[in-house]
């Protein structure tokens, strides 16, 4: 029996091609690099590759490689934030430290899979929550721009002064020791009860970074949350966030309100930091006031201009890329180095090496085909093919 087509003269079944256009409209939008299915193909043998990674490497090399997937969490989360909605905002590691602490305290007190699981959605839930809180007083305050900017950083160089003095029994929360400076050891891994019988809770699957599993744990959270992400900001709540972005008074002349729109995205990139902290806790089993540094604050903000900040491939690959470099190095010449890319980015590439990388691809392609057509001049190229299609700018 030949196979059911559409009336379009496909000869694919209508029920792929359904599930192909509802992908395309779900995922594809001109606020996203990669809407073709060479896109596609690549990225579904790099995420299969790095899921092999821990077999071919070994579990060190993907407990370390583990560490950077979840600061692609901390990119992306400002990616969303300042790429898609404009708000520079220095405080995802405020929110990152504050879900770690969390995380730590309430799954020291409650040291049991269920009790983790539960650690996992509290500390999520205190990052948004702070954001919320700091994003309502900012935006319906009427705190714009470069001033955002400043409150943020301030917050998170506050929070370090704090916790590095709550040292000491006084600062114990049950059988969780904040321990100042030092951090809070001890911190349990992540682990996930699973049921042997209705209402009996079997043996639970820990996540250990030392043998892959927190690593693929990881690594599958990341690609459902970048898929996530590109729903949304190809969506029509994403269009409203780049319009808020390009032009406030605009975008409030159309109707939308502005501050709800900047809050709701704020608080939302609060969340993603938040899960980034997290992950951070649980892989290290340790968290410190080291995470409200001025330096670990600027990190996010590099890694995500070089990867470029339009882009949420551009946060990942940056995040990645540039942890790993930075991981690499011995001494201060990690700064060095990620200083001097940084500057090279924004005098000669502002929009971000990946979207400057898709556009080599892009003429490339565009020339090649031009030549296998015998129209290497391009005469019968519509001037509407040479636009870019995908990244707004």
Avoid: C
């Avoid at 792929?16 to 001109?30: D, I, L, S, Y």
């Avoid at 040291?111 to 500390?123: D, K």
């Avoid at 709800?260 to 006031?289: E, H, M, Q």
């Avoid at 180095?337 to 400057?356: D, E």
């Amino acid at each position: 029996m030949a196979a059911e087509t559409t009336g379009s003269g496909s000869s694919l079944p209508r029920p792929v091609v359904a599930a192909v256009e509802t992908w395309r409209r779900v995922f594809h939008g001109p606020n996203t690099i990669g809407n073709s299915w060479q896109f596609w193909a690549g990225f579904a043998l790099a995420v299969a590759a790095l899921f092999a990674y821990p077999v071919l490497a070994g579990g060190y090399q993907a407990s370390r490689f583990a560490l950077f997937i979840v600061y692609a969490f901390l990119g992306l989360s400002l990616s969303v934030v300042w790429g898609y909605a404009g708000i520079l905002s220095f405080g995802q590691v405020a929110f990152f430290g504050v879900a770690g602490y969390t995380f730590g305290v309430v799954a020291l007190n409650f040291n049991s899979p269920v009790g983790i699981v539960g650690a996992f959605a509290v500390a999520v839930v205190a990052g948004a929550a702070l954001s919320f809180v700091l994003g309502y007083f900012m935006f319906y305050g009427g705190v714009r721009d470069v001033y955002v900017t400043i409150i943020t950083l301030v917050v998170t160089l506050v929070l370090e002064t704090f916790m590095s003095q709550t040292a000491g029994d006084a600062w114990t929360i049950g059988a969780a020791p904040l321990g100042g400076f030092n951090g809070m050891p001890g911190i349990p891994e992540l682990a996930v009860p699973l049921p042997a019988l209705p209402g009996v809770w079997g043996s639970p699957v820990v996540l250990a970074s030392g043998d892959g599993t927190f690593f693929r744990f990881a690594l599958a959270l990341l690609v459902v949350t970048y898929l996530g992400l590109r729903a949304l900001v190809n969506s029509d709540y994403g269009r409203v966030m780049v319009a808020v972005r390009e032009d406030e008074d605009r975008t409030r002349m159309f109707g939308y309100d502005v501050e709800r729109v900047k809050l709701a995205v704020f608080t939302f990139g609060g969340a993603l930091a938040g899960l980034a902290g997290v992950l951070y806790a649980a892989w290290g089993n340790y968290i410190s006031p080291g995470v409200y540094a001025l330096t670990f604050a600027s990190l996010p903000v590099i890694w995500v201009s070089v990867g470029g900040r339009k882009s949420l491939l551009g946060a990942l690959v940056g995040s990645v890329a540039i942890a790993y470099v930075s991981n690499s190095l011995v001494g201060q010449w990690a700064f060095v180095i990620v200083g001097a890319l940084l500057l090279v980015v924004v005098l000669f590439l502002p929009r971000g090496f990946v979207p400057a990388v898709r556009d080599v691809v892009l003429f490339a392609w565009r020339t090649a085909r031009r030549y296998r057509s015998g129209d290497p001049d391009g005469v019968g190229e519509s001037h509407d093919a040479a636009a870019d299609p995908e990244v707004t700018d």
